[in-house]
């Protein structure tokens, strides 16, 4: 599992942007977004590299946290 922190999630809509987004990166399996925190866990069937995940999140038009 994977654990990182997007900024600027406000809504339902936010999540579900940046879940379909980071959906598309190969080998995710799931991902579980926690609004209040703004923390994401994604599950996968092999590792994922940051900067493929940076790159979903700013599709999704949010930007990762540090």
Same mark, same amino acid.
């Given at each position: ?19 379909? !987004? ?7 399996? @799931?991902?579980?977004? !926690? ?8 599950? @996968?069937? /092999?590792?994922?590299? /940051?900067? %493929?995940? /940076?790159? %979903?999140? !700013?599709?999704?038009?949010? !930007?990762?946290?540090?």
């Amino acid at each position: 599992m994977t654990t990182f922190r997007v900024l600027g999630m406000t809504c339902n809509h936010c999540v579900g942007f940046v879940t379909e !987004e980071l959906e598309t990166l190969p080998g995710v399996e @799931s991902v579980t977004v !926690e609004l209040p925190t703004g923390t994401v866990s994604l599950v @996968s069937d /092999r590792p994922v590299d /940051r900067a %493929a995940i /940076r790159t %979903a999140v !700013e599709a999704a038009g949010y !930007e990762l946290a540090e």
